[in-house]
């Protein structure tokens, strides 16, 4: 079992910045793709980003390539999301999730864990 515990959401103006958080417990050694969802109101869950442990390998939605990064700290059990020049249609509840499938994936259902999320609002 893996444990993800999200954090680091908030409410910013359009052109700010946000860092999510998100601490991984359990059978860490067994995840290979780990990514950032995220679901606005009434839409799908879409995926954010991907990174592959080991290679960081990394996947971005077109959406918010250049603005946002994903990035890995394996000594921490963490994974982070730097959100910068966020804008209003970026809000939304953020989920991390890990995968234990050896392949690189950035589909949703191919993600076996999930966290509670975090919210983000973006006002402009």
């Known amino acids: 079992q893996v444990q993800l515990v999200e954090s680091g959401g908030g409410s910013v103006q359009a052109g700010g910045s946000l860092r999510l958080s998100c601490a991984t417990y359990?059978?860490?050694?067994?995840?290979?793709?780990m990514g950032w969802f995220r679901q606005a109101p009434g839409k799908e869950r879409e995926g954010v980003a991907v990174i592959y442990t080991g290679s960081r390998k990394t996947w971005y939605a077109d959406s918010v390539k250049g603005r946002f990064t994903i990035s890995q700290d394996n000594a921490k059990n963490t994974l982070y999301l730097q959100m910068n020049n966020l804008k209003p249609e970026d809000t939304a509840m953020y989920y991390c999730a890990a995968s234990f499938r050896r392949n690189f994936v950035v589909v949703a259902a191919d993600f076996d864990f999930w966290g509670q999320g975090t919210k983000v609002t973006v006002s402009s």
């Open positions: 359990g059978y860490t050694s067994e995840t290979y793709s």
